[in-house]
């Protein structure tokens, strides 16, 4: 069984920084494509970035910037840094990954972490 853990969430406030990670424990062959998504109150779900397995990312415009994804292949955690937080940063931010399992035959399979939440407020 393959899961993603989150942390790093909380409460910050504007032009602060926080930085989320996002740690996959399980038989783990390997990790593919990662990316941290948001939902805010009354909003759809949208994503906030990406990064690909060999290191190619991409940024929603509103985070451009401001926002960082990594990766530690070695530790299998993904990472996101936040810098010059907003109050429309507010949201529950979910780490999303592609995982080939030792299984490896049986192809990938996408994992959700269970969302934190990041509250950015005077």
């Known amino acids: 069984q393959v899961q993603l853990v989150e942390s790093g969430g909380g409460l910050v406030q504007p032009g602060g920084s926080l930085r989320l990670s996002c740690a996959a424990s399980?038989?783990?062959?390997?990790?593919?494509?990662m990316g941290w998504f948001r939902q805010a109150p009354g909003k759809e779900r949208e994503l906030v970035a990406h990064i690909t397995s060999g290191g190619t990312t991409n940024y929603a415009d509103s985070v451009q910037g401001r926002f960082t994804i990594s990766r530690e292949n070695a530790k299998n955690t993904g990472y996101l840094q936040m810098n010059s937080l907003k109050p429309e940063d507010t949201a529950v931010y979910y780490c999303?990954?592609?995982?080939?399992?030792?299984?490896?035959?049986?192809?990938?399979?996408?994992?959700w972490g269970q969302g934190t939440l990041v509250t950015v407020s005077s």
């Open positions: 999303n990954a592609d995982i080939l399992t030792s299984d490896w035959y049986a192809g990938y399979r996408e994992v």
């Open positions: 399980g038989s783990i062959f390997s990790i593919g494509a």
